[in-house]
């Protein structure tokens, strides 16, 4: 399996653009997780989703942004309008969870920057 | 889940076992113990877990006292490439569900040659 693949691996944009991040999970694993990273805050959770279905979106720092899950095999992330603040690395990470094992998979990241 | 305290920051020799400590002094019966580790600009990654018994795999060892308040995670050997930060999260078994989980800042190791 090659793993969660997210694209684009960096992305530069303006102030008051659209960013959407992509993650394609593992195939067969039920759960697909967005996170944050950034130096001060270190990594959070931002949405969660179970076949599908987004569960807990608590993390989602303002309606700016937004997640979808059109399919198991495919979700995105989309900020809109983006701001300065918004520059971090955003993880995708998916699961399976099978009786105790809640081992969690993570892409590569996308770094994004906005001027 | 059960708050983790874990040492900033430490240092092994190439070749040594690096023995990284976790603190979890109020973990609850069914939280697991779980470790990940981030290598400098990668995404997270699984190594290990347990309830309340020793594990091994084929990245590390978790030694887990037995009134379950801390864990040490062991690399026996040491290589420069597992230098990154090591994050210690408990977490409950929710049969057929998910819980949220904190990272925390975890423990930057530095092995040196």
């Known amino acids: 399996d090659a793993g969660v693949i997210q694209s684009p691996r960096h992305e530069v944009t303006e102030m008051g653009q659209e960013v959407t991040l992509r993650c394609k999970p593992i195939?067969?694993?039920?759960?697909l997780f967005w996170y944050r990273q950034t130096m001060m805050r270190g990594l959070e959770l931002l949405i969660y989703?179970?076949?599908?279905?987004?569960?807990?979106d608590s993390g989602m720092p303002e309606d700016r942004f937004s997640a979808k899950m059109p399919n198991a095999s495919f979700s995105t992330l989309k900020i809109q309008p983006s701001e300065p603040r918004d520059s971090a690395v955003y993880f995708c990470?998916?699961?399976?969870?099978?009786?105790?094992?809640?081992?969690?998979?993570f892409g590569p990241g996308t770094r994004l920057t906005v001027t | 889940d059960a708050k983790t305290t874990q040492p900033t920051s430490m240092d092994c020799a190439e070749g040594r076992a690096a023995n990284l400590p976790c603190n979890h002094s109020?973990?609850?019966?069914?939280?697991?113990v779980y470790w990940y580790r981030q290598i400098h600009s990668q995404g997270p990654q699984y190594i290990i877990h347990?309830?309340?018994n020793n594990e091994t795999n084929e990245m590390a060892s978790l030694i887990i006292t037995e009134d379950r308040k801390s864990s040490t995670l062991i690399l026996p050997h040491a290589t420069l490439r597992d230098t990154a930060v090591y994050y210690c999260?408990?977490?409950?078994?929710?049969?057929?569900?998910?819980?949220?989980?904190?990272f925390g800042t975890g423990t930057k190791l530095q092995v040196i040659p």
């Open positions: 990470a998916s699961s399976l969870v099978a009786g105790d094992s809640y081992e969690q998979y």
């Open positions: 195939s067969g694993h039920d759960y």
């Open positions: 989703f179970n076949n599908n279905v987004p569960i807990d």
């Open positions: 109020t973990i609850s019966g069914n939280e697991y």
């Open positions: 347990g309830l309340k």
């Open positions: 999260i408990v977490r409950s078994r929710v049969p057929g569900g998910y819980q949220k989980v904190t």
